[in-house]
């Protein structure tokens, strides 16, 4: 997998909602990037044979008034 660039992980960054700061982008890549390789490196028999299952929060409750 390639590295991410840093407009990548202003990208990333912004539809999460998290604000870094210019000064820090390089070390964020570094950590993240560091992350993403060591994850990739996971081998998990069968893993790709498993369909993933969608999230789903309970709503709050809505006051009957």
């Known amino acids: ?8 992980i202003l990208t ?4 999460a909602g998290v604000a870094i700061p ?3 982008i390089a070390e964020v890549g570094y950590s993240l990037n560091g992350v993403l390789e060591a994850l990739d490196r ?3 028999p069968g893993l790709d ?6 999230i789903i929060q ?8």
Request: aromatic share 0%; hydrophobic share 45%; glycine share 0%.
């Open 1 to 8: 997998m390639p590295d991410l660039t840093d407009e990548d």
């Open 12 to 15: 990333l960054a912004r539809a």
């Open 22 to 24: 210019p000064e820090l």
């Open 42 to 44: 996971i081998d998990i």
């Open 49 to 54: 044979e498993i369909e993933a299952l969608p």
């Open 58 to 65: 309970p709503s709050p409750p809505v006051d009957a008034a």
